[in-house]
């Protein structure tokens, strides 16, 4: 009786892992889908200020204020949509 009672015990100990595991791969897949939104939307801005003709300290401020990252994060996106364009 005390060996069926273990094993089931085990079994569910395995079961429990196994849900905790696949909501941690639910919620990383989340993040990083939001994670790339951003950077799309990003994209974006940029590009639109770019057709506008805008010089690279204006949309560098306008990034910094609107979507709270740091002048050099600005710089990067910056740079890597120019790199795309090129």
């Known amino acids: ?10 079994e569910f100990e395995r079961y429990e ?3 905790e595991g696949k909501q941690e791969g639910i919620q990383e897949g989340i993040q990083e889908g ?4 951003r950077a799309f939307i990003i ?13 690279i300290s204006s949309i560098v401020a ?3 204020s609107i979507f709270h990252i740091t002048k050099e994060e600005a710089e990067k996106y910056i740079q ?4 795309e364009l090129i």
């Open 62 to 64: 306008n990034m910094v």
């Open 80 to 83: 890597d949509v120019s790199e």
């Open 43 to 55: 994209r974006n801005f940029i590009l639109n200020f770019l057709k506008q003709n805008q010089d």
């Open 34 to 37: 939001k994670r790339e939104e």
């Open 17 to 19: 892992a196994k849900q």
């Open 1 to 10: 009786m005390q060996r069926s009672i273990g094993r089931e015990w085990i």
